[in-house]
């Protein structure tokens, strides 16, 4: 069995309410082993019989489309790719120091090819800094995200879906549910 996380878009918002053992319950369901629900903001861990991503992500968004009736874009990332992201460290320490929020990563479901990655880039300003980095966008909102200037739904409209997570989030993950 190979682990993985998945990420899960708009779970338990805009009137798409959940609990976590429903979650969980659905996708054992759909064959998934040692599922288990990492706070209340859908993210989960799996356990799959392949190696592949993409493939988890489809199964998963199926079981929540059958349990559910919802699309529910799935963002899933391998345990190595988890740990890459865990261990990333895109912006200098002084201006993690000097932010008024944590670092975030905007999770894609695809890598964007040269001429979007230059259309993130060039979002990136001195208060919301971007760095792409493969399937994910590494964010500092230096002002915090509720006063973030970046325009998220422009953001989608040159990556396609979007989750965002703060990389604390990504690093407790990689360490409560996938040492070595």
Same mark, same amino acid.
């Given at each position: 069995?190979?682990?993985?996380?998945?990420?899960?878009?708009?779970? #338990?918002?805009?009137?798409? @309410? /959940?609990? #976590?053992?429903d979650?969980?319950?659905?996708?054992?369901?759909?064959?998934?082993?040692?599922?288990? !629900?990492?706070?209340?903001?859908? #993210?989960?861990? %799996?356990? &799959?019989?392949?190696?592949?991503?993409?493939? *988890?992500?489809?199964?998963? +968004?199926?079981?929540?489309?059958?349990?559910?009736?919802?699309?529910?874009?799935?963002?899933? @990332?391998?345990?190595e790719? =988890?740990?890459? $992201?865990?261990?990333?460290?895109?912006? +200098?320490?002084?201006?993690?120091?000097?932010?008024?929020?944590?670092?975030?990563?905007?999770?894609?479901?695809?890598?964007?090819?040269?001429?979007? #990655?230059?259309?993130? !880039?060039?979002?990136? =300003? +001195? %208060?919301?800094?971007?760095?792409?980095?493969?399937?994910? %966008?590494?964010?500092?909102? /230096?002002?915090?995200?509720?006063?973030?200037?970046?325009?998220?739904?422009?953001?989608?409209?040159? =990556?396609?879906?979007?989750t *965002? @997570?703060? &990389?604390? =989030? $990504?690093?407790?993950m990689?360490?409560?549910?996938?040492?070595?």
């Amino acid at each position: 069995m190979h682990r993985h996380l998945a990420f899960l878009r708009a779970i #338990n918002v805009a009137g798409r @309410r /959940v609990t #976590n053992a429903d979650l969980c319950a659905a996708l054992e369901g759909a064959g998934f082993a040692a599922v288990t !629900a990492y706070q209340a903001a859908g #993210n989960l861990v %799996v356990d &799959a019989d392949t190696e592949d991503p993409t493939v *988890v992500a489809g199964r998963v +968004e199926q079981a929540l489309r059958d349990t559910f009736g919802w699309d529910v874009p799935t963002f899933v @990332r391998s345990r190595e790719e =988890t740990h890459a $992201i865990a261990a990333a460290t895109p912006f +200098e320490d002084d201006a993690i120091a000097s932010a008024t929020s944590k670092p975030q990563v905007i999770l894609l479901l695809d890598a964007l090819d040269e001429a979007a #990655n230059s259309a993130v !880039a060039s979002l990136s =300003t +001195e %208060v919301d800094q971007l760095v792409v980095d493969g399937r994910e %966008v590494h964010w500092l909102p /230096v002002d915090g995200v509720g006063r973030a200037a970046l325009d998220l739904d422009g953001l989608a409209r040159i =990556t396609g879906p979007t989750t *965002v @997570r703060t &990389a604390g =989030t $990504i690093q407790r993950m990689a360490a409560k549910f996938l040492a070595a």
